[in-house]
């Protein structure tokens, strides 16, 4: 079954200072991938997405992510985080058979000043 | 555009009490979902829907149920509430499916607490 696995539950960054979430997945066939930001008391919003092609893609508010086959990885970065940046946020993969996103178990970002 | 909105924004339920909890979307879109969320447990499926009249289970179906009599709303009904369905409710509907365009758009939630 497909999954996503989220390693880390909290990382602090400093204001200013790079960040990387990491996001494993488990899938058989090209994965559809995806990244969403939940910040307090919101919804989730889609940051960026993977389906094929350029294994970089890029997405909302300066994020990043590199779809790695090779280590079946997902990972989020940016090169400068902003104290709005404090959020959750939420790896999931798409399940085709069963038409339903799959989520991680998210990372909360905490930014330091 | 309002976008995804849900009724009410917080609740606290008796155990054995119902309620419904109300998603509407002004998007026109075919997809909805209902997903909970309880801490360090990412958000799981409880019901979808990818059309008027026509739903289907997901995760953890049980302890709800749903109806689709419109594109725009998509209830979900909690009968017999129990201290396990505390949790946050989100709604969430997509064009499509959530490969396509822009993806899933998400509510803010419901919290739900059960004692």
């Known amino acids: 079954a497909q999954s996503v696995t989220q390693p880390d539950i909290h990382i602090t960054v400093s204001e200013g200072a790079s960040l990387e979430l990491r996001c494993n997945y488990s899938y058989g066939a090209t994965p559809y991938l995806f990244w969403y930001v939940q910040s307090p008391g919101q919804g989730l919003q889609l940051l960026l997405k993977?389906?094929?092609?350029?294994?970089l893609v890029q997405g909302i508010k300066g994020f990043e992510a590199e779809f790695k086959r090779s280590q079946s990885s997902f990972n989020l970065r940016k090169p400068s985080v902003h104290w709005s940046d404090a959020a959750e946020y939420f790896c999931a993969v798409y399940n085709t058979g069963f038409q339903k996103l799959v989520f991680g178990t998210g990372t909360r970002l905490l930014v330091s000043p | 555009n309002a976008g995804v909105t849900q009724t009410p924004k917080f609740r606290i339920l008796k155990i054995g009490q119902s309620m419904t909890l109300q998603c509407t979307q002004d998007m026109n879109h075919n997809y909805m979902y209902w997903y909970r969320q309880d801490p360090g447990m990412g958000l799981k499926l409880i019901y979808y829907?990818?059309?008027?009249?026509?739903?289907d289970k997901g995760e953890v179906p049980n302890g709800y149920n749903v109806s689709r009599s419109t594109t725009e709303d998509f209830p979900l009904r909690l009968e017999l509430a129990a201290p396990s369905q505390t949790s946050v409710y989100f709604c969430a509907s997509s064009y499509s499916d959530p490969t396509g365009g822009r993806g899933a758009f998400f509510g803010q939630g419901t919290r739900l607490t059960v004692v």
């Open positions: 993977y389906f094929s092609g350029d294994t």
């Open positions: 829907s990818v059309g008027a009249g026509i739903t």
